[in-house]
């Protein structure tokens, strides 16, 4: 027999769902460490690739692992033609989150053995989809225009590599920089919803790209990784500095939600956004001013005098969509730039669950009836 030993919680709010040592979230003082070190330190010394590496196997790789991870990654980037062949048929109003999902997922199609307790398939696993996530990205973005993907260039390291396959240009120090840093960022964030989803996907021990298709599902909606699309589409409705205190005040009256504003966990400004923000400022002090970020700072300044005392501050996806946007990648795409980084974290969580599997399986609160009869349709 099942005993319910709390109450019902809506959207889990408080319930323990998993013990993880990956990463620690303090909401109230934000901070945010992957595997206990700040986030901010490794913004400025690591790179993707080395915080995937600490994030999935708990340590900080030494030169030669770190090398031997980042030469597999490299050789693993390209995707199969068949995959590329499947990908040309989807329509090309598609939105690329559900392009990515589909083409995740078709990965177990072409990888299919499954030897979970095997440390070597869980390391291959790891590298196809690190490596391929990005490529199926950028390869959609180009379908999509009507032209053929463009194959990964070995001489570029993992994120200017994902900017050329997108732009077909080889990208500027400073930018590749910059997005490796949002990557780093975007990598881990507990046991939020998309990360939720994976950890219940693994816990079947289906396989790793059925994990990270079912999360890629789960992070697209706009209460989630979708929000960062929808901060820059609000900037657009809003235009000009002077129609941001009504936006506001009419959001609130209406109780409509503010995109890029509040958390779960976070009731002080997101440590994640304020790196973004300078990350921004110095995207747009080398490549030209953008007139969205007075906007987007006026919002910031009027949602916290508005809203503050309720701990709703910005969160991670508010000055996101601004670098991507000045890195020239499309609107659409911000959601799965989010995905790229955080297979990362959802793959850490894979490999964390299988070692103290059991399927997820919670109970509910019944509200409906009982002995009901079955009415013959003619009498309905
Ligand atoms: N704008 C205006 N009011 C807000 C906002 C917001 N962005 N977020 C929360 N509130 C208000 C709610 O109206 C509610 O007010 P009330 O108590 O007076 O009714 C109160 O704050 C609590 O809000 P909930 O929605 O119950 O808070 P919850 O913890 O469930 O939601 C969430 C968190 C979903 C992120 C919410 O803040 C939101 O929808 N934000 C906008 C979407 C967004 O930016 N999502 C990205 C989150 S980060 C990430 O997923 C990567």
């Known amino acids: 027999m099942v005993v319910l030993t ?116 869980i390391r291959k696993a790891v590298v196809r989809l690190i490596a391929k996530i990005p490529t199926m990205v950028a390869a959609f973005q180009l379908m999509r225009k009507g032209n053929d993907a463009v194959q990964p260039n070995d001489n570029l390291d993992y994120a200017a590599n994902f900017l050329y396959m997108l732009t077909e240009i080889e990208p500027d120090p400073l930018a590749a920089r910059i997005f490796d840093v949002c990557l780093i960022l975007h990598a881990e964030h507990t046991i939020n919803a998309s990360t939720f989803s994976a950890r219940v996907t693994a816990s079947t021990l289906t396989d790793p790209y059925a994990v990270v298709a079912s999360a890629v599902g789960t992070l697209a909606g706009p209460l989630h990784g979708g929000a960062n699309e929808e901060v820059l589409r609000m900037l657009e409705e809003i235009g000009s500095i002077r129609n941001v205190r009504p936006y506001v005040e009419k959001c609130i009256q209406n109780k409509e939600k503010i995109m890029g504003f509040g958390h779960r966990v976070y009731k002080v400004k997101d440590p994640r956004a304020t790196i973004l923000q300078n990350l921004a400022e110095q995207l747009f002090e080398k490549t030209g001013y953008d ?36 890195l020239g990648i499309p609107m659409d795409l911000f959601t799965p730039v989010f995905a790229i980084a955080r297979v990362a974290g959802w793959l850490a969580h894979w490999k964390e669950q299988l070692a103290v599997n059991k399927i997820f399986r919670p109970t509910q609160v019944y509200k409906g009836i009982h002995h009901a009869a079955y009415i013959p349709m003619e009498e309905r």
């Open 6 to 121: 709390c109450e019902y919680q809506p959207g889990l709010e408080g319930i323990p769902a998993a013990q993880s040592s990956i990463s620690y979230v303090d909401g109230k003082q934000g901070i945010l460490e992957y595997r206990g070190i700040r986030v901010e330190e490794l913004a400025q010394k690591s790179t993707f690739l080395e915080t995937t590496y600490l994030l999935i196997w708990g340590k900080l790789p030494t030169r030669e692992q770190l090398k031997e991870f980042e030469t597999d990654i490299l050789y693993h980037r390209r995707i199969k033609y068949r995959i590329r062949d499947m990908m040309k048929c989807f329509p090309e109003t598609g939105h690329p989150m559900d392009a990515l999902q589909t083409s995740a997922a078709a990965l177990g199609l072409f990888y299919a053995r499954r030897a979970l307790d095997d440390p070597a398939y």
């Open 291 to 326: 007139e969205y970020y007075d906007i987007a700072k006026e919002l910031e300044r009027v949602v916290e005098e508005k809203l503050g005392h309720k701990g709703i501050y910005a969160n991670v996806d508010f000055y996101s969509g601004l670098v991507y946007r000045k």
